[in-house]
């Protein structure tokens, strides 16, 4: 079994390094796109893929929209890997605890078409926040950061299909044959908040839709977690499941299952309305 992964990047100079050579202990290939990165993150591909012949570069944005780009990667590349293989979709920021390749097996065998990745989310906290000036930055993200929470789960991986196409019109994360899940999941341990000058640039980037590097240390103090609220990471690929948290997940799943129902009913309503209006 080979399991291929598909990474877009933007501005992740300060962790992409170690998510490619996480990644890289498991995967056959890793398809790399960036997105129009402005803070050393393409450079720094492009280096690894001269030294690495398990990163292969797909390309590179001129503008900041990547559109459909993971439909397009696995159309050109799907032919030449089989029925048993894998893809893998992670987020530049994440690192898996340990290889997913038996877990995938398992699935496969069971007839499942895709997996989910459990999200240990570390969070830059009042106490980073409090021993950030004094912090050993040449340590790796994941070793400055400790204190975090698994509060989500999402569809990281789906089972090759080297006859059909992923329609490039289509939104969805996975494509439409991932519709078997698997029940059990890995942890992946995701990195978001890494240092305050990232912290704003990602805040920036949400509220207006463009990069904006301003080191500001009062406005990243706000909304800070507590590090005494939160679960210690010991580098021991041992995780804490809170049950409170894991309630509050499936609340929000099933709200999004209820509202993605409605919305499909909707669509179909609609349909139906339009063909009895041209059928008068």
Known sequence: ??????????????????????????????YVYDNSS?????????????????????GQAGQASNGHIANRI????????GELDWWYIPGADE??????????????EQGKTCVSAWQARFYF?????????????????????????????EERFFINKPGELWSEDAGERMPP?????????????????????QINARRALKAIGKSCFVQDMTSVKKNLRE???????????????????????????????IANRIR????????ITKKHVLGM
Request: glycine letters at 0%.
């Open 1 to 30: 079994m080979k399991l291929n992964a598909i990474l877009i990047v933007k501005n992740e100079a300060d962790i992409v390094e170690e998510s490619l050579l996480f990644a890289m202990k498991f995967c056959h290939k890793i």
């Open 38 to 58: 402005t803070d050393g993150t393409w450079q720094i591909v492009q280096s690894m893929a001269d030294r690495f012949k398990e990163i292969v570069i797909y």
């Open 74 to 81: 696995y159309n050109q590349y799907s032919r030449h890997y």
């Open 95 to 108: 690192l898996l605890c340990e290889t997913p390749v038996p877990l995938l097996e398992e699935a496969a």
């Open 125 to 153: 906290t009042d106490r980073d926040y409090q021993y950030f000036d004094s912090e050993d930055v040449s340590k790796p993200v994941s070793q400055r950061r400790k204190f975090y929470a698994i509060n989500w789960k």
């Open 177 to 197: 044959w991932a519709n078997k899940p698997f029940k059990k999941a890995p942890v992946c341990r995701h990195y978001p908040e890494r240092t305050p000058l």
């Open 227 to 257: 590090a005494s609220k939160l679960d210690t990471y010991q580098n021991d690929n041992h995780f804490v499941f809170r049950q409170s948290l894991m309630l509050r997940y499936h609340v929000k799943k099933a709200r999004q299952w």
């Open 264 to 271: 499909r009913v909707n669509q179909q309503l609609s349909l």
